[in-house]
């Protein structure tokens, strides 16, 4: 009931095109859905997040989209662009519970020139 | 730079040993996390400490021992190291009140021969 399950493990898509990764949750007791890009060689970056009540959210070429009867998350990057290229991982985190983050299992993302 | 940082970088060590990693933020966070992250990117929280006290112990190994000597500072111990152990182990950090903002440092690749 702790997992998040994130899909695929890895993605190709070409410059400009859209990439789209996929978590799914089962405890509804999760409050915080962050997601975080991750670089060869350094820790992971939080990118963009959102709460339960909201259905979408919007920060540049990031977008989450939020499905909560589904619990179910996901990620789309418009105009995918090489810079992109990094592991991204979704996470749900309980808040009351001293800020304990569970962690998808990661995709890695390639775009090509 | 205002920032979590991690000493070493880098861990080569034998079977059996025992090591630390240091971990230090300037952000005046109150909080602060050890992550181990696995061969398959798998990210997953081992530890964390509110203000020197021990707020979130996952099912770890009790060769695993954190330490906490003020708030901006959380070592990790590993006694009687094994092959298993070897992992990037990532420090983190998040604001008070505030688990949803977690700042990563670069991470600590350590591999046990």
């Known amino acids: 009931q702790q997992q998040v399950k994130q899909s695929p493990q890895s993605l190709i898509v070409q410059k400009g095109g859209i990439s789209i990764i996929n978590c799914a949750y089962e405890?509804?007791?999760?409050?915080?859905f962050p997601w975080y890009q991750q670089f060869p060689g350094k820790g992971p970056a939080l990118l963009i997040a959102?709460?339960?009540?909201?259905s979408e959210k919007k920060e540049g070429r990031f977008t989450i989209s939020f499905n909560k009867s589904a619990k179910q998350f996901s990620l789309h990057i418009m105009d995918s662009q090489p810079g992109d290229s990094a592991t991204y991982f979704c996470a749900a985190l309980l808040w009351s519970n001293t800020g304990k983050l569970i962690f998808g299992q990661g995709t890695t993302l390639q775009v090509k020139p | 730079d205002t920032a979590v940082s991690q000493t070493p970088k880098y861990l080569v060590t034998q079977m059996g040993n025992d090591k630390s990693i240091k971990c230090e933020q300037n952000?005046?966070?109150?909080?602060m996390y050890w992550y181990k992250q696995d061969s398959k990117k798998f990210l997953k929280i081992m530890f964390s400490?509110?203000?020197?006290?021990?707020?979130i112990n996952e099912t770890v190994p009790n060769r695993f021992s954190p330490k906490s000597p003020d708030k901006a500072h959380l070592n990790l111990h590993i006694n009687s190291l094994e092959l298993g152990d070897s992992a990037v182990y990532f420090c983190a950090s998040s604001p008070p009140l505030a688990p949803d903002t977690q700042y990563f440092g670069p991470g600590t690749r350590l591999t046990v021969l």
């Open positions: 405890n509804t007791a999760f409050d915080y």
């Open positions: 400490y509110n203000n020197k006290e021990l707020i």
């Open positions: 959102i709460r339960p009540d909201v």
């Open positions: 952000l005046g966070h109150d909080t």
